[in-house]
């Protein structure tokens, strides 16, 4: 039995969803579109710095409120390239395969940042290399503010 | 665990296959049912209640537990959904042994499937991540592999090399379980000369897209020994969830499996794993897992995977048999998948894993890895559990 597929389509939609991003990311996502800073908090407890800021520290589960700066510089703490074409399901487009996928240790914080990394040149990229953000002329209050980190030093000294 | 003692009687596994356009949802479900069934010499009437569990949001369609009574003979008895992502199946099974152990149901059929064929896995996998904080660069399970390979390679000099081994070793595994979807051996120069997916993941260190089910039934202590001589008996279960945004991960090391082993192992009073283990029924997405995961498990010494590896140990005939299925590389119907590695380590408690039986296994581990890089594991032994 080898017929045509049904074909159910949905149209020309889109699916608006509206996710609350908290008042501790609301902070974030403004200082980042204002001063081009990244904000993270600590923990009263443990002493942890975690970024993006979020109001309770799972560990200690206490209710943190101390902003600190992080960054604006970094070290990658880990990475991928990722090579396989797919279709990014937020925006039904396909992701701009070959690209840099980091996770950037921002100078101050303990938990990882992840962005975009350039990888113009591959053979930079590297655990432990200093890296630093690229934002966006135009910036909306998004993660998007930042475009990419780009590597400014692969030695891996931490 | 509860007052009784709980014990594996039966499972079923479907005709495993990249693509099930034959069957439905219901129809793929009850081949497993059925076959469960029969295993345990039981008809859908003994059984007091029904566990089921796939990914939600991979088919497009959600509330398995609503649509499928036709296929688990669900029809008026209690039915629970449990779906947890990649543990699905592993999380079937421990809420299995809790409904028996707690006295609630002497007979419970579990039931774990997937249509990966009909889904959008990747698609479907972003959506258990954080909106704004995750989405942007997540390019579904693979990424998060990736980024853990490239930390513990960092680490302790491991190679792509090392990883391929694991890969080798499950693939002939494989060969021998009628069950497993790949079933052709590989080298590994073919596992390195596959595309590169993500570095350093190429194709062949991944696991495939399947379509299938798998279905297990649980009884109570005075029920099982009754219906089989050689009850798979649960000794210990264990479950870990370690954070909330994937930046929080302590990338190059599994924490989830780190503490979940140490509660396993000693609520079943194992204190030499390697020693006292038998054989193992990994839930390893991709090859490298094989390296670094048996270190969280404290099966050997951080570093020492690789070396582990390639001395044979865990192939079939080795010290400690790891995936003598084939594992997840060779077969892969996600919402089955953790449930499928309790099914093979039931089977070779019982002895009815036909040729890829590890001689005379008494004590299994089994596990399940998913979500945000969970770990679900169970202990199962021959012997009736002495607490």
Redesign the interface.
Known sequence: MQNDPLVIESGDVSQP?R?A?GSY?SVFLKELKENRRFLGVRCPKCHKV???P?RVC?ECLVEMTDFVDVGPLGRI????????A??D??TGEQ?PVP?G???IRLDGAD??????IDIQDESRI???ARVEPVFADQRKAS??DVLYFRVIDETSDA | MGKRRVAIVGTGQTLHRSHRPDVNGQELIHEAVRLALADAGLTIADIDAVVIGNMDHFEGINAVDCWSVDGTGGTLKPVIKLTTGGTTGSTLAIGGVHLVASGMFDRVLIVGWEKNSESDTTGAITTAFDPVWDRLVFAGAISGLAAEAQAYMARYGATDRDAARVAVRDRRHACNNPHAQLRKPITIEDVLASPMLADPIHLLDVCPRTDGACAVIMACEGVAEKLTPVPDWIWATANRHTYTYLGDVNWGELDSMNEAARELFAKAGIREPRKEIDVIEMYQPYSFAGIIWIEDMGLVERGKGAEYIWSGATDMGGELPINPSGGVIACNPIGATGLIRCAEAALQIMGKAEARQVPDAKVAVSTGFGGCMWTDMLLHGRKKPDF
């Open positions: 969803f996710y991003v990311g975690f970024v993006p979020r799972g703490g880990t990475f991928t390239i990722l090579r396989y797919f279709i399901p937020e992701k690209y996928y980091g996770f938990t990882l940042f992840q962005h975009y590297r655990i432990g993660i998007r």
